[in-house]
């Protein structure tokens, strides 16, 4: 009898918890995890309980990390229609991150699974709800409305009011995008009375607000605001952000054809605040770029230049390099494939022949040839099976490697060109301003970002050569003195401009069988290194000798700057964007440097080791072979 009543008030909690669609409450969130914390539901219950948390949870992060849990909980039980459903969680959530590209992987492979179960028609439209959704917000308007279409379909046949009210204003929204006002209009009329029947309060604050935007399109700028702010004050109970931001934005859009601009740093403020806090990339791409307009009309080029920059950033967080990336993709996805077809035929033929090691064994001498020629061809497969496996384990390193390329470029190299691309702005308002003393504190600034890019440049290419196997090594005999000259000179202006003393120290000269350009690459990088992480006023020593023992020439480069943490010790010499630092100086890198000098002493059959202490220093050692006396 207990528990038939727990299972009962369990329904009753779940119904409650589920009748507000949208509200991302994080008090319904906490209220469920609770539940699933007491370890007192089946699994089906269970199964439920994670449905509604990944509804509910206020982050894309969350919802992420819950959808999945439930994907893995739906698989373990072997139940088809919670995998859709986590599938489809997956997307929404995706969304809310700002990655388009997975989310419409997971919501295409839900519909595709969901399409073929009668059950699940509703759920289906709910998927091709989310699928229109990732598309508006693509700017694909035509296949937005394309599966919103697919959806109202689907809908109109079900007693599905809220789903179908909440596309109808969906739809009039994607008609909003491509200025057919009309048609918004008559989406937004059709969804209103559904909504008021059955007392969705937050769906009409949408339509309020959404109107609103049709109102100022056509030339009613007061109304469209005063709709935007009531929708606003509808929203604020439900506590969706979401919505909120973005209405912040277009009330900031607003001001900004006003040219009132400092009401638009008001409201994009609210806005971005709210996405940052929220993890909202595409409002807070919105806001940023609302925000770096308005500073820059200001003359405030410092402001705006802070939020172009934040612009950038989330711009090419959602975008990610996508399309480059994919293209890049393809030939390795193809590789890849037809070593798996072949793993598959190989597997196919192994399964025949055993086949025919049964029907053989009824005639002695054929059991034998048979029994015979399957072990050989076994043996063979084996060997052939490892080749594969090390071919396909090569490609998927080269890719991990291409991949985290792509991504260190989109950080580090995009970086100063943004800025570099601000600066020329803010410089060509102090040609049209005649402040020459301002011109050419630009033109140091975009100077010295040249030279960073430059640099930054050279280790890429010499990276690149070193990793397809096509940098020259031509060894020969070299003076330690020489080569300790030329890096000397190279690097000292550096070390000037920081005041940073350079010494060397060599008791005797001595040749390296070296290649040339691989040792002063480096030095180079190492001295470099010493100087970037050394605050003004300290120094940085190279020193030489031989270690008659090992045949090796020793150098040591050392300085007294920052240190190197116990945990970024392991990963020094590997390419990683998480271990690059800045300099003292606010200098940047991608951590290629360190890469290169690990790959070339490897070229040239040598050894390096690192000491490092915080706010002491750090010491390199090179161990490199000596010339034949």
């Known amino acids: 009898m207990f528990n038939l009543i727990s299972r009962i008030l369990w329904v009753v909690l779940l119904c409650l918890v589920g009748n507000v669609a949208f509200t991302q409450n994080q008090i319904k969130a906490d209220s469920i995890e609770r539940i699933i914390n007491s370890k007192k539901l089946t699994k089906s219950e269970n199964l439920e309980a994670y449905f509604?948390?990944?509804?509910?949870?206020?982050?894309?992060?969350?919802?992420?990390?819950?959808?999945?849990?439930?994907?893995?909980?739906?698989?373990?039980?072997?139940?088809?229609?919670?995998?859709?459903?986590?599938?489809?969680?997956?997307?929404?959530?995706?969304?809310?991150?700002?990655?388009?590209?997975?989310?419409?992987?997971?919501?295409?492979?839900?519909?595709?699974?969901?399409?073929?179960?009668?059950?699940?028609?509703v759920f289906l439209a709910e998927i091709y709800a989310e699928i229109s959704t990732c598309y508006t917000q693509n700017g694909d308007s035509e296949n937005a409305l394309l599966y919103g279409a697919k959806t109202i379909s689907i809908l109109r046949g079900t007693n599905q009011k809220q789903e179908l009210a909440l596309t109808l204003l969906n739809n009039g929204y994607d008609y909003y995008l491509i200025g057919r006002y009309d048609s918004a209009m008559a989406y937004y009329n059709e969804s209103e009375p559904i909504l008021q029947d059955i007392g969705m309060t937050i769906g009409l604050a949408y339509i309020k607000g959404n109107r609103a935007l049709v109102f100022w399109k056509k030339g009613d700028?007061?109304?469209?605001?005063?709709?935007?702010?009531?929708?606003?004050?509808?929203?604020?109970?439900?506590?969706?952000?979401?919505?909120?931001?973005?209405?912040?934005?277009?009330?900031?859009?607003?001001?900004?054809?006003?040219?009132?601009?400092?009401?638009?740093?008001?409201?994009?403020?609210?806005?971005?605040?709210?996405?940052?806090?929220?993890?909202?990339?595409?409002?807070?791409?919105?806001?940023?770029?609302?925000?770096?307009?308005?500073?820059?009309?200001?003359?405030?080029?410092?402001?705006?230049?802070?939020?172009?920059?934040?612009?950038?950033?989330?711009?090419?967080?959602?975008?990610?390099?996508?399309?480059?990336?994919?293209?890049?993709?393809?030939?390795?996805?193809?590789?890849?494939?037809?070593?798996?077809?072949e793993i598959d035929l190989l597997l196919e033929q192994k399964r025949s022949h055993q086949i025919i090691m049964i029907t053989g064994g009824i005639i002695l001498l054929i059991t034998i040839i048979l029994v015979v020629t399957i072990y050989v061809n076994y043996r063979s497969k084996i060997r052939l099976n490892k080749q594969l496996e090390e071919q396909k384990n090569s490609l998927i390193t080269l890719n991990q490697t291409k991949d985290k390329f792509f991504s260190i470029i989109?950080?580090?190299?995009?970086?100063?060109?943004?800025?570099?691309?601000?600066?020329?702005?803010?410089?060509?308002?102090?040609?049209?301003?005649?402040?020459?003393?301002?011109?050419?504190?630009?033109?140091?600034n975009m100077g010295v970002l040249v030279k960073r890019v430059n640099k930054?440049?050279?280790?890429?290419?010499?990276?690149?050569?070193?990793?397809?196997?096509?940098?020259?090594?031509v060894p020969e005999e070299i003076s330690i003195k020489s080569i300790m000259e030329?890096?000397?000179?190279?690097?000292?202006?550096?070390?000037?401009?920081?005041?940073?003393?350079?010494?060397?120290?060599?008791?005797?000269?001595?040749?390296?069988?070296?290649?040339?350009?691989?040792?002063?690459?480096?030095?180079?990088?190492?001295?470099?290194?010493?100087?970037?992480?050394?605050?003004?006023?300290?120094?940085?020593?190279?020193?030489?000798?031989?270690?008659?023992?090992?045949?090796?020439?020793?150098?040591?480069?050392?300085?007294?700057?920052?240190?190197?943490?116990?945990?970024?010790?392991?990963?020094?010499?590997?390419?990683?964007?998480?271990?690059?630092?800045?300099?003292?100086?606010?200098?940047?890198?991608?951590?290629?440097?360190?890469q290169l000098v690990f790959d070339f002493v490897k070229l040239n059959k040598g050894k390096v080791n690192v000491k490092s202490e915080v706010n002491k220093g750090t010491t390199f050692t090179v161990s490199l072979p000596l010339a034949q006396q």
Not at 425 to 435: P, S, W
């Open 456 to 473: 930054l440049l050279e280790n890429l290419l010499s990276w690149a050569l070193q990793q397809s196997g096509h940098f020259p090594y």
């Open 52 to 121: 509604w948390l990944t509804t509910h949870s206020s982050s894309p992060e969350k919802r992420i990390k819950y959808a999945e849990q439930l994907l893995s909980l739906s698989k373990e039980a072997n139940n088809l229609e919670y995998q859709i459903k986590a599938k489809c969680r997956l997307g929404l959530a995706y969304r809310f991150a700002g990655d388009l590209d997975k989310a419409l992987e997971y919501l295409f492979e839900s519909a595709n699974q969901a399409a073929d179960i009668d059950e699940l028609k």
């Open 410 to 444: 989109s950080h580090d190299l995009r970086g100063p060109v943004g800025t570099l691309i601000g600066l020329v702005d803010v410089a060509r308002y102090f040609v049209k301003e005649g402040k020459k003393e301002n011109i050419l504190e630009m033109v140091d």
């Open 221 to 341: 700028p007061e109304k469209a605001k005063k709709d935007l702010f009531a929708a606003i004050e509808m929203l604020e109970p439900f506590g969706d952000n979401y919505a909120m931001a973005d209405y912040y934005n277009q009330i900031g859009n607003i001001f900004l054809e006003e040219k009132a601009f400092n009401k638009v740093i008001e409201f994009s403020s609210k806005s971005y605040d709210i996405s940052v806090d929220e993890e909202f990339k595409e409002q807070a791409r919105d806001a940023s770029n609302l925000l770096y307009q308005s500073y820059k009309a200001q003359g405030n080029y410092e402001k705006a230049l802070e939020y172009q920059t934040e612009y950038h950033s989330y711009k090419d967080s959602i975008q990610n390099l996508e399309t480059t990336q994919y293209l890049a993709n393809l030939r390795t996805e193809f590789e890849v494939g037809r070593k798996q077809v």
């Open 486 to 594: 030329n890096v000397i000179e190279t690097s000292n202006n550096t070390a000037i401009s920081k005041n940073i003393k350079l010494n060397t120290s060599i008791d005797k000269d001595f040749e390296l069988y070296v290649d040339r350009n691989a040792t002063l690459t480096i030095l180079r990088n190492l001295v470099n290194n010493g100087v970037k992480f050394t605050s003004s006023g300290g120094q940085v020593d190279i020193g030489a000798e031989i270690d008659t023992e090992n045949n090796f020439g020793v150098i040591t480069v050392s300085d007294n700057g920052v240190g190197i943490p116990k945990e970024k010790l392991d990963n020094l010499f590997k390419l990683n964007e998480k271990i690059s630092t800045p300099g003292t100086s606010g200098e940047t890198g991608i951590g290629l440097g360190l």
